[in-house]
């Protein structure tokens, strides 16, 4: 079976997003199993012109590249919509002719991808990687104000509906969907509920309209199934993220003396709450304990994020990075936003770390509260010291949490069950 995996982004030889990571060991799973796999990637390296198509075939999986701007990503409408991209996509599908298309992220490459592929008869799946699908903070926004790039007349016509509609009859979708936290982003403020319902209204009929093409829906979570459920789509298929197969053989340092080592893996944005990290780690001694970051490129130089006990260590090629895993004594997973099945959190428990995270969407699915981690709200962060200081103090704690990390589905069981699907959505020729 020829099957083609979408991503807008998968940097060379580096960690990117959750979605990269998934397309990458998804594509490497597919290939033990029989198939043929090739993936079509967004390219931002910015060293060939826009709409530029090469075959980049050196590494370990056949990756075709597609050279982009970083407007692409940025700009509200590209971001969506991009005719040109995806016609550039549409021309490498008449070449290669795939059994099957699966998306993982369309972000830069717009969302007539999914169209460009139905018109030519050819089945599609889409992953759906991020609770942001269905979040004003998402590619379906503004980046810099959280708000939907739609018209101010049909922003008019919809406030005034909304003025005419109980509040209360929507205030639990605007809970699930997670709009308007302002405590949180107080940068991404939606402003008066007039404005988040409108905003939610919008996400909910963008999201039903880009989905909707597709004739499989993937959910690696029951969260993030539910939440685009709520949201009005059909189809679905409930597949788990998996742990690298290589996770099984790490062998993890014993956390009995010394400074307990908290690991942060991903990126370091402020939503995924490095911040609470940094601010956690100035009150423990460097005796005691140690914040050990993967994934920035360049430490900071604000003192905040400076100390004898905090080191910035850098990107991970792909291939290495359970090495982090090993090296740490306790994964700090403190999203603000709702997580879906984080690789970060799967990846820890398949090495046997335990997880201190913060209580939001499909955490809850994966950590089992005092038995392999601690589950904290995201905005207690006397929880999270005392969490913390719990394990530091208490060795014998951390030790029996790692011992009782869950045994997580490796990549080769979760690959056969998408190996599966996708057969029958080519034999039934569905579009």
Known sequence: MRILEVTCWLPEGGLG????????????????????????????????????????????????????EPEDRLTPFRRKHNPDAAAAFGRHLE???????????????????????????????????????????RFLTNLRTGHLAWSARTMEVLRVRFRRRPVSSIAPLLQRLDIGDGANFPEQRTGSTTVQLREAWQTITSLRRTLGHADLLVAPSQFILDVHRACGLSRFTLNRNAAPVEAASVTRRDPVSGPLRFGFMGGT?????????????????????????????NAPTEPSALGPNIHWRGRLPAERRLEAYAEMDVLMALSLHHENSPMNVIEAQATRAPVIATRVGGHMELIREGEDGFLVTRDDFKALVAAMRRLVEDRALARSMSERAPQRPLGNEMAQRLLDEFKRLAKSGVT
């Not at 060939?48 to 075709?64: A, C, F, Q, S």
């Not at 944005?269 to 914040?291: I, T």
Request: a neutral charge; proline letters at 5%; glycine letters at 8%.
């Open 17 to 68: 997003g959750g979605a990269a990571v998934v397309c990458r060991d998804n594509t490497l799973a597919l290939q033990r199993l029989g198939a043929e796999v090739r993936i079509f990637a967004g390219s931002y390296a910015g060293d060939r012109p826009r709409l530029v198509i090469w075959n980049d075939d050196t590494g370990e999986m056949p990756v075709t590249r597609l050279s982009l």
């Open 269 to 297: 944005n402020v939503w995924k709450g490095v911040r609470l990290a940094l601010e956690a780690m100035q009150l423990f001694e460097p005796r005691e304990a140690e914040l050990h970051i993967w994934g920035a490129e």
């Open 95 to 137: 070449k290669q002719r795939p059994d099957l298309v699966h998306f993982h992220a369309l972000q830069g490459l717009g969302f007539d991808c999914l169209t460009q592929a139905a018109r030519r008869g050819i089945p599609t799946a889409v992953t759906l990687h991020d609770h942001w699908w269905v979040s004003p903070l």
